[in-house]
């Protein structure tokens, strides 16, 4: 077996299988009409039934909640750890995990005090010099609990509940352990990897495994949610639920990633020596719009926000590529020495024209999973300069058969040779994402055109003809009125 020589022989000779997944997700769990000052007002109006809008009747509710998340810990034999100041949370769940023996239930309940953005109610006078209290919208640093569980569908995730008014959640869960646990019903034979799949015991498992990672969407992530929910203590009774304020999600961030399995590690080095002395362009303005298929606007009254870089970071011997664009990365690394992984993290759908709630997920996830092809479409068109060199000699170069018939090459601007050339091997540019078009665009794109006639590829358009000009006399036209006709030169006047 050879050695590959360029980015384009590892991703066509050495790879062998992929998969396009979901991996992590970080989830705002909110409940809509409580994230303004107005539906705080409503709320204490209406379900509390006082007649003065504040937040001090909500301490009841804080307290209240507090305590039924101690008494479930308690009934149910669920560890309670308080976070010390700058302590791994992900350490003490693997730790808990690994002494996990059931298919579902609570590892442990923390609590931690973080800062976040909660209400408060202010004193304020009036013209008469009254005062009366007015809620706004202010920052704290308060408890937060974090309960850490395992489901039979998603495996390891967390919920980690505000302890203040509007009592706001957060959910992280991985879409590679939602696979794993569905492919191992499906019968799907797999070898593990950190976040992924390492090898199939049937190698024609890979299409039943693909369509299994596509099936995770919006769908199975709000089942999860519901179902935690109901377990869990929750902050509101049941009259608030029935009343219309239920928890509800939206992107905060999501992870799409590609793990193409290689053969032998040093493919995969081979790879990133390639990648990292000919693509640290690959974050400049230019390069990012091909690879996110986005407009950029570097000048004028709206320039597009974001720092455009490249950034190659070692730890240890293994290095990994970096692509920032907005508040979306790309990433790029040699995945325990076995595969590599391209992800795409994107922090805002708005980057894109998105909305966050979390019925757009498959929109997301397209153009997530798109920009990592078109990532290594860019990279192998940038590599292999010796095939490319030796398939533009052959095409546009005379060549002599063996019996000595000279046939002649193609002109560089000829429609046959961009034919000839890409038969040779020389790859076409990576396909456009397909962009969700403004009312605008469809109503411009409906407007008639003037048709243009334009030649084949390397001819030279006919100049147009010039349109006469109503203030100049033609060739068989008489002069216009004003100007005075000489057939000779001027003579002075005796």
Excluded at 51 to 60: F, V
Excluded at 102 to 121: D, N, S
Excluded at 327 to 353: C, S, V, W
């Amino acid at each position: 077996m050879t050695l590959p020589r360029s980015v384009a022989d590892v991703l066509a000779d050495h790879v062998l299988f992929e998969i396009e997944c979901i991996d992590r997700m970080y989830l705002n769990v909110y409940v809509p009409g409580l994230q303004y000052p107005a539906g705080l007002v409503a709320y204490v109006h209406h379900q509390l039934d006082l007649p003065i809008a504040s937040t001090a009747p909500l301490a009841k509710i804080t307290d209240a909640f507090s305590a039924a998340l101690h008494r479930f810990a308690r009934e149910q034999r669920v560890p309670w750890v308080d976070f010390a100041k700058g302590e791994r949370k992900d350490e003490v769940m693997h730790a808990h995990l690994a002494e996990f023996s059931a298919e579902e239930g609570v590892l442990f309940i923390g609590r931690a005090q973080e800062k976040t953005t909660l209400f408060r109610t202010e004193k304020r006078r009036n013209a008469e010099g009254a005062a009366y209290p007015w809620i706004v919208a202010s920052t704290g640093v308060v408890n937060q609990y974090y309960v850490y569980a395992v489901d039979a569908d998603f495996g390891p995730f967390f919920l980690k509940f505000c302890s203040y008014f509007p009592y706001n959640a957060k959910l992280c869960l991985n879409g590679h352990e939602w696979a794993k646990r569905q492919a191992t019903r499906e019968g799907i034979g797999y070898t593990a990897l950190d976040n992924g799949f390492a090898a199939l015991d049937d190698p024609g498992d890979g299409e039943r495994l693909q369509a299994l990672c596509a099936r995770l969407g919006p769908t199975q992530i709000q089942a999860l949610l519901d179902k935690w929910l109901a377990l869990l203590p929750n902050p509101f009774s049941d009259a608030d639920r029935a009343a219309g304020y239920r928890y509800e999600c939206s992107v905060l961030q999501a992870e799409f990633s590609l793990t193409q399995v290689l053969d032998r590690p040093i493919c995969g080095r081979v790879f990133f020596e390639q990648v990292i002395r000919d693509n640290l362009d690959a974050g400049r303005p230019d390069q990012v719009s091909l690879i996110f298929n986005r407009k950029l606007m570097r000048r004028g009254p709206r320039p597009t926000p974001g720092r455009f870089r490249t950034r190659v970071l070692t730890e240890g011997v293994t290095p990994s590529l970096h692509i920032d664009y907005k508040h979306t990365m790309i990433k790029q690394y040699h995945k325990e020495g076995r595969a590599l992984r391209t992800e795409t993290t994107i922090n805002d759908p708005g980057d894109f024209g998105i909305r966050k709630r979390l019925t757009h997920l498959p929109a997301l996830r397209e153009i997530g999973l798109s920009a990592n092809r078109r990532l290594l479409g860019a990279q192998r068109l940038s590599h292999n300069p010796i095939r490319a060199a030796e398939a533009f000699t052959a095409v546009h170069q005379p060549i002599h058969t063996a019996d000595g018939q000279r046939i002649a090459g193609l002109r560089l601007g000829d429609h046959r040779a961009g034919t000839a050339t890409s038969a040779a091997g020389v790859p076409a540019a990576p396909e456009r994402v397909p962009q969700p078009r403004p009312a605008w665009a469809a109503r411009r794109a409906a407007r008639p055109r003037p048709h243009r006639a334009i030649g084949r590829a390397g001819q030279l358009r006919p100049a147009p003809t010039p349109r006469p000009r109503p203030d100049r006399a033609g060739p068989r036209q008489p002069p216009l009125p004003g100007q005075r006709h000489r057939t000779g030169p001027r003579q002075a006047d005796h």
